[in-house]
């Protein structure tokens, strides 16, 4: 199994911060990363596929980088609505997540 | 507009089966598309659980793949998730969605299921 590792698990950031999230592989997934948004209560939301792609309807603050085994979500000015938990997902063979960082308010 | 409905039983009982439905409306399940459950314990992250193509194809999480049946109904439009030898531990939301692109697009709000006798 690939195992997804995220870090930080909880980030205290204020509006208007630049915010960088990382998720690491077991292995190389090439660029099969996806990253998450979820709000509590709700159902999460793609930002990003196949590592840098911006899903349609994304704020262009979102953006994310990365290949093989080291990847990251970037917020380049934190707003108000992004405080929320995000996810990685490698879809690389078996789909698994990274285990979750919440963005809390500073 | 692609909408994804998730129903079932609220409450299952310990060593009883767990049985959820999808139903999606505004895309073919029959399309280029897998159609995935993913489940969250209270207060945790995601678990992916599997995933079904229309052909019957299927991949499930190796931790999960012995009590995990995942199928799906072209008349209907659905697809159906069943978990054997429910415990505790298996008390979440689950949520289905659709694959593209290898990304989850579109989610059902989700149906929470609580093992409990």
């Known amino acids: 199994d690939i195992q997804m590792t995220q870090s930080p698990s909880t980030l205290s950031a204020s509006v208007g911060d630049r915010v960088t999230i990382t998720c690491r592989a077991s292995q190389s997934i090439a660029i099969w990363l996806a990253w998450y948004q979820q709000k509590p209560g709700t159902a999460p939301k793609l930002l990003i596929y196949?590592?840098?792609t911006l899903e349609s309807g994304v704020p262009s603050r979102f953006s994310g980088s990365g290949f093989g085994t080291e990847f990251t979500l970037t917020i380049s000015s934190l707003q108000p609505d992004d405080f929320a938990s995000y996810y990685c997902?490698?879809?690389?063979?078996?789909?698994?997540f990274g285990q979750g960082t919440k963005v809390e308010v500073k | 507009q692609v909408q994804l409905q998730e129903s079932g039983p609220g409450l299952v009982k310990p060593s009883g089966t767990l049985s959820l439905t999808c139903a999606v409306s505004?895309?073919?399940?029959?399309?280029?598309?897998?159609w995935t459950w993913v489940r969250q314990p209270p207060g945790k992250g995601l678990e992916w659980i599997g995933a079904?193509?229309?052909?019957?194809?299927?991949n499930y999480d190796p931790s999960l793949k012995s009590r995990v049946t995942i199928s799906v109904d072209k008349s209907e439009n659905q697809f159906s998730l069943k978990m054997n030898s429910v415990t505790a531990a298996d008390t979440a939301v689950y949520y289905c969605?659709?694959?593209?692109?290898?990304?989850?697009?579109?989610w059902g709000q989700g149906t929470t299921v609580t093992v409990s006798s």
């Open positions: 505004g895309d073919s399940i029959s399309g280029s598309n897998w």
């Open positions: 969605a659709r694959e593209v692109l290898r990304g989850l697009d579109v």
């Open positions: 079904i193509y229309h052909s019957g194809s299927t």
């Open positions: 196949k590592a840098s």
């Open positions: 997902q490698q879809s690389n063979g078996y789909r698994t």
